[in-house]
Every structure is written in structure tokens, then in C-alpha cells.
């Protein structure tokens, strides 16, 4: 299956509703598992979606559905998606692609194994996660026999991936059909309505909804819309090169993670692929102004994190967007319904390098897909989840750092449950989106 793009067809287009009890702006994995729980709840959902369902992040993702190196505050969270992503796979089947592999996350550098030991010792197993460090000979059984020089590696049992070009859609799919929440896609939300000084519903592109409440799920799109409406929500993008392959023979059935080469199986026999944990940052408007509080987030991905000025085109529109807009203006959101980033020669040859010299058995099978992904980040690495209290009804589920996917089912629990005002199975005060204004110094807490 193709990367979803603006010419990939229209699936959802159900007629634009006068009111309902939630609009979900956002049609990725964290907006669609959202729905899923309010309308278990009995609740009467709209998804308004500017592109397609799952058309960027939750489609182009690795596909990890890890517990690994987890933020201790999303690890309980995450324990609880695993048991959401079964019950997925058992009423979805083979669009999921849900299944447990186990995780390893191999390292050459000293300082990123004393943080793996670390994590095992003081995070995965009081949580009761089968986790522990594994010597270079067990690394190499599970690479199939393949020899290779790492000081020691995490390996997670029963970690899963999933296959983001199927899973979202599919679960959006069963919702339209059998809970009756009505998605329309190829409709931007331009405005949110507020009355009274909180918010009542959307303004789109073709008409008003009204709403008891409304759920933000933009993914890379919410900072803007809430700048809009004066509301700052630090978040800047970053992007990853992936590839798809052809089947393997004999594939290891694993997902790997490695500073300088990243696989994971498939379904299909063959692996998606990535030239390790690179991330590639655009210089834009949103850097001057959000710049320093990505401090501890750029000290802690240091390694791994590339800052490209961008020059050419594309850079004014970068460094000077459309900020401002009102109810009858065409706004960015339909300027750029599928952020389609161009892929990066020079990550994919990287990637091709690194597979040789890394994995030569991979490198020998041909390469079916290759493009690049926008992940949106927030300094400290972790989503925001819960109220806006600026803004009464207004809910946001973003930010989710480029390890969402796998997260994202416990995510849409977690905020319908907060929305329903039931008591919260997990705290989400770590995730508040009051935090990023609070003057209390922000950390990057999850593992590379």
C-alpha cells in the first residue's frame, strides 16, 4: 500500500452535522482512538479531517509499539495500550497488523548504556516489564547469527509493532460504520467558535458544527490553529527518512533500534528501515519563538539532531507563514492538506550506506517505498493531554514526539476519559498543557 497523499481518494465524506456532543479535529491515531472510546460512551462524534485519515504521522511512522525506553510517566499508559492494541488486532484482524516481537535497542556508546541499565533498573522492571540488558552473543542470536560489535543491548520481550498504513484507517473504517461517528475528510476546521468566552464548536471550510466539546488532534497542524486564537503551543517538526523493502527469506522478526540503523518487520516478509535515530529540523518562525525552550530536548538528542536553514523554496513561507485568518479566508490548513515533506537524498543514501555496512543482508533487498515524515516535538518529548483552561471545552490530544504511534490508543483513552470527566485511570498531570508556562524547567525524558 502506498504512502497517502492529496491524490489518494476520498474515503470519508459523511454530510456535515448542525451539532454534536464532541468534534475531533484531526483524523491520526490519537483523534480516531479518541473517538473510539467517546463513542463507547455513548457519545455523538464528528472528525473533521483537513486531508485524509492517518495521512501523515500515524501513516509514515516505524511502526514501533514499544514499552522500551519509556518515559516513566507514559509507561503506564503504554502497558494499557498494550492489552487496546490486541483487542484491535482480535476485531480488526490483518489490517492491524498488531503481533509482539520483542524490542532491542543496541548500543556502542557507553554513556547510552548506562542509560539503558538505568532504565531497566529504575523504570521497566518496578513497572514489571520483562526487560533486561543482553550481552553481544544473545544480540547476535536474535539477528539471526549475524555477528556484530555492540558494547550490550535492551532487550524488551513482548514489545509489538503494528502497520501504520493500514491500522488508522481500518479502525476509522469500523467506527463509521458500526459506532456511527461521522468523519468527513477534505475539510479543514478554520476557526474554532467561541461564545462567551468558551468554546461552542468549529467553523470548517463548509459550514459551522456546534459542540458540547472539542478535542484538538492536529498533530503538526494544532500550533497553528490555536496561534490563532492566541494560544502558544511550543511544537516544532522534525523529520525522519523511512523505507519499505521487498520480503525477506529469512527475516528476524524483531523490532531493532540502533544509532546508526533502525528496522522492524512487516507483515508482508520485509522490514521498514531507517538510517538510525536522525532528525532534521527546518529552520522556521517557530524556532525563533520557541527556540530556547527546546534547550534540554536538543542537549539530549544532540547526537542525532540536524538544523538546516532551508534556503530555497519554501524558506519565506517558513519564515514568514500566514499567522492570522478569519472565518472566511482559505487558511493553511487547505493550502496544504497532506504535508508531503520531499524526501531527503541525502538520508536516503545514508540510508543505503548504513544498511551495507550494518546489515548487509538487508541492504541486498530491493527498496519498494521510500519517503520522509514530519513528527511534531514539544521540549520535554512528551504529549500534551487534557483541558485547555484558557479556553473552556477546549481539549487537546498533540505533541505526541514522534513516538506516537504506539502510544496513541492509550492516548484516546486517556482523553475521553478525561473529557467524560470520569476519575483518571493515569495521571495526566505530567502531560498538562499548562506546563510549558509554568516556569519549571522542562526535561527530554525518554530514552533515544
Known sequence: MPIITEDSPITFNDALPKAVDVVIIGGGIAGVMAAWFLSKAGKSVFICEKGRVAGEQSSRNWGFVRQAGRDASELPMMIDGMSIWQELQDQMGDAIGFRRPGSLFCTSYSDLHAS????VDNIGKPHGLPCRMISTREIDKHLNGQPHRFSGGLYTERDGCAEPFTAVPAIAKYLNQNERVLIREHCAVRLLCIEGGEVTG?????GDVRAEQVLVAGGAWTGKLLHNHGI???QLLVNTTLARTAPAKDPINLNFGFTKACFRSRVDGGYTVTPGEIMEHHLCLDTLRFGYKFLPALKFFYRNS???SGLGPGFLNRMAPKQRWKRDEVTPFELNRIANPRLS?????LLKRRLRAHFPDLAQLDILEAWTGSADMTP???PAIGPIHSLPRLYIASGLSGHGFGLGP??????ANNMLGRSDQFDLTPFRFE??????KLRAGILE
Open 380 to 382: 520535554d518529548i512528551l
Open 410 to 415: 492509550a492516548v484516546g483513552k486517556a482523553i
Open 116 to 119: 539503558y541499565e538505568a532504565w
Open 306 to 308: 540536524r538544523l538546516r
Open 232 to 234: 502558544g503551543f511550543p
Open 435 to 440: 506546563r510549558f508556562y509554568e516556569g519549571k
Open 202 to 206: 468549529v467553523h470548517t471550510e463548509d
Open 345 to 349: 537524498g541525502r538520508h536516503f543514501k
